[in-house]
């Protein structure tokens, strides 16, 4: 079978942000805290602390201020990702990011990517911290 020009463009991008090459879209390392942030939570106000393991620790409240595409955040499976810079780039189309910005986007990445290793991969790349 021969692959799209989509699949390309997909499996380049994917490639790209495990490999962090692509420093667009690839959180940068907090080496105060160690922990991944993005550009935009660095002229945010949130309520986080950093807990026992080192990682920033956020509220619910934080991600639901967090629900704009300038500013969207979501938890997942008990983590806070910073999802902004994924919003146009993602595959399935922007809706489906804005749907779980500032809420708990757990059923609908489980619902869509549950299980799979690369979806997973690159969600990893926008963890700002864990919920509390």
Known sequence: MKPTAKTIILAS???LLAAGCNSATQPTTNNSTGSNTN???SSSQTSSSTGAS???T???ADVQ???TPEKCWSAIN????DLTAWINKHPG???NILKICGKDGSAAFNGQHGGQAKPAQVLAGF??????
């Open 65 to 67: 201020a967090a629900n």
């Open 39 to 41: 550009q935009t939570e």
């Open 93 to 95: 189309g922007d809706k």
């Open 13 to 15: 991008s994917i490639f």
């Open 127 to 132: 963890e700002i911290g864990v919920l509390k």
């Open 58 to 60: 956020y509220t619910m």
């Open 78 to 81: 008990g983590q806070v990702y």
């Open 54 to 56: 080192g990682q920033k």
